[in-house]
C-alpha cells in the first residue's frame, strides 16, 4: 500500500515538521543558513533527542567505558574542529536552539562511532541497495533500492526524512536517518546524484581512526557539492575514512559504483561492462583487495544473490513499484529457515539485525518511498521536488 500524506506538524521560521501515515517516520523540510536550519532541527527535533542520548551515550558513562571529558574532548571538539564550516554553523545552530553545548550535540551525532571505538559496538550490520537503469527500466528512468538493516534498539527511535534547503548556494540534501544523527546515511541532493553508507567493519575491522575527520560528515559535503557521480566518486577518491565502510553511489545518468574504506585507503568497485545494474552489501567485492568473497554474520552473500537474481526475474519491466515489490521480499522464514526465491528484508531479527527502515528513490524524478517493514507493509511516497521546493 502507498500513502502520500504528509500533515503539517510544527513551524519553525522558515522550516517545516511534518507528519506522515506512520507516527514513527516524520519529514523535516529545513530553510535558510546551515546555522537557521540547525536551529530548526533543533526546534523540531528537541523531543526525540534526549531519549536518544539516554539510550546510546549514558550508557556508555554509566558503564564506566569512557567519561564525559574523554566523550567531549575525543568525540566533541575533535569531531567539531575538522568540519567544514557549513557543518559548524549547523551544529552551533541545533546547540543554541536545544540548550545543548555544541560538544553535546556532537557526541550524540557521533554515538555510533564512538561504541565503535570502545569496541562496544560491532557494525551497521547488514545493508543492501541495488541501482538500475536503462533498458532494465520501464521509461530508462535511474531507480535505487535500500535496506538499512541494524539493532533492534533503534526501533524505538522515529525516522527522519531531512531535507535541507540551504540560502548559500549549495545542493539541496534529503538524508535519512534517526534523530540526533547528522551524518549522511541514505541521500539524495537536489541534482539527482545519490549515496547511501554500509557497514565495512566485517572486512576492514572494528577500529577508528580517532586522527582523521569524520568520513560521515565528509560525505555529506561532498553530495552538498557534487552535480555528478564523476564530481562525487573524485571526492571519494581523494579522501581517507576514519571508520571501515562502504558507500553505494549512483545518479540519474544512470551510473552506479561503490567505495570499499578500510582507514588506510579506498578502493573503487564499479558495474561490470555493459551493465545496467548494481548492488552493493556489507562485504568487499572488489577483487584487488585478494581476499576472496566472504560472507558475513547478517549474510552478505546470500543478500547478494537474492538480489541479483529477484532484479533478473523482471528486468526489462522494473519502475517503483516492481522495486518496492523486490524489497518487500523476505530473507526468512518465520520459522528461521532461508526463503527459497527470498528477498533481502528482515521484518524481524533472525540473524544478527534486522531491517530499520527502506527507501526506494527514482533519482530521475526525485520521489522516495520509504517503509519501516517492523512496524507496517506501507510504503510513504514523498515528493522531493516538493521539498526541494523544485517547481
Keep these: 500500500m502507498i500513502t502520500s500524506t504528509t500533515n503539517l506538524r510544527a513551524e519553525f521560521n522558515s522550516g517545516k515538521m511534518f507528519e506522515t501515515n506512520e507516527e514513527m517516520l ?15 532541527y533543533g526546534k523540531f527535533a528537541q523531543q526525540h533527542l534526549q531519549p536518544m542520548w539516554d539510550k546510546t551515550v549514558q550508557p556508555l558513562f554509566d558503564k564506566g567505558l569512557t567519561t564525559a571529558e574523554e566523550a567531549y574532548d575525543l568525540f566533541g571538539k575533535r569531531v567539531y574542529d575538522a568540519l567544514s564550516l557549513r557543518r559548524k554553523q549547523y551544529f552551533q545552530g541545533v546547540a ?11 557526541v550524540l551525532d557521533q554515538s555510533g562511532p564512538l561504541a565503535i571505538y570502545l569496541g562496544k559496538l560491532n557494525s551497521f550490520s547488514g545493508c543492501s541497495s541495488l541501482s538500475t537503469w536503462g533498458e532494465n527500466t520501464i521509461d530508462g528512468r535511474t531507480l535505487v533500492g535500500r535496506n538499512m538493516d541494524w539493532s533492534e534498539l533503534f526501533m524505538e527511535f522515529p525516522v527522519y526524512l531531512t531535507v535541507f534547503n ?3 548556494g ?5 538524508n535519512v536517518c534517526w534523530p540526533g544523527w547528522h551524518w549522511l546515511a541514505t541521500g539524495v541532493n537536489d541534482k539527482g546524484v545519490y549515496t547511501d553508507l554500509h557497514d565495512g567493519t566485517s572486512m576492514g575491522g572494528n577500529v577508528l581512526s580517532t586522527e582523521k575527520p569524520s568520513f560521515l560528515h565528509s560525505v555529506f559535503d561532498y553530495l552538498a557539492e557534487s552535480d555528478n557521480i564523476e564530481a562525487l566518486s573524485a571526492r571519494f577518491q581523494a579522501s581517507r575514512t576514519d571508520i571501515p565502510t562502504i558507500w553505494m553511489l ?3 545518468s544512470g551510473q552506479a559504483k561503490s567505495y570499499e574504506n578500510t582507514i588506510q585507503e579506498n578502493r573503487k568497485r564499479v ?3 555493459g551493465a545496467q545494474s548494481f548492488i552493493t552489501v556489507n562485504t568487499f567485492l572488489n577483487p584487488d583487495w585478494g581476499l576472496g568473497r566472504r560472507e558475513t554474520l547478517s549474510l552478505s552473500l546470500r543478500r547478494l544473490e537474492n538480489l541479483t537474481d529477484r532484479h533478473n526475474e523482471v528486468t526489462a519491466k522494473i519502475d517503483a513499484a516492481k522495486m518496492r515489490d523486490i ?3 523476505r530473507l526468512y522464514n ?7 526465491k527470498g528477498g533481502v528484508t528482515k521484518p524481524k531479527n533472525q540473524d544478527v539485525d534486522l531491517t530499520n527502515y527502506q527507501t526506494i528513490t527514482d533519482l530521475t524524478e526525485l520521489e522516495m518511498w520509504i517503509k519501516l517493514p517492523v512496524l507496517g507493509d506501507d510504503w510513504c511516497h514523498i515528493d522531493l521536488k516538493e521539498m526541494f521546493n523544485i517547481n
Excluded: C, H, R
Excluded at 334 to 340: N, P, R, V
Design 26 to 40: 516524520f519529514v523535516l523540510q529545513l530553510s535558510g543558513s546551515w546555522y537557521e536550519m540547525g536551529q530548526q
Design 96 to 106: 543554541d536552539s536545544i540548550g545543548w553545548t555544541v560538544e553535546e550535540v556532537i
Design 166 to 168: 540551504p540560502t548559500d
Design 170 to 174: 549549495s545542493n539541496k540534501i534529503a
Design 250 to 252: 549512483a545518479d540519474k
Design 271 to 273: 558495474p561490470e561492462e
Design 327 to 329: 524489497f518487500d521480499m
Design 334 to 340: 518465520e520459522d528461521g529457515t532461508l526463503k527459497e
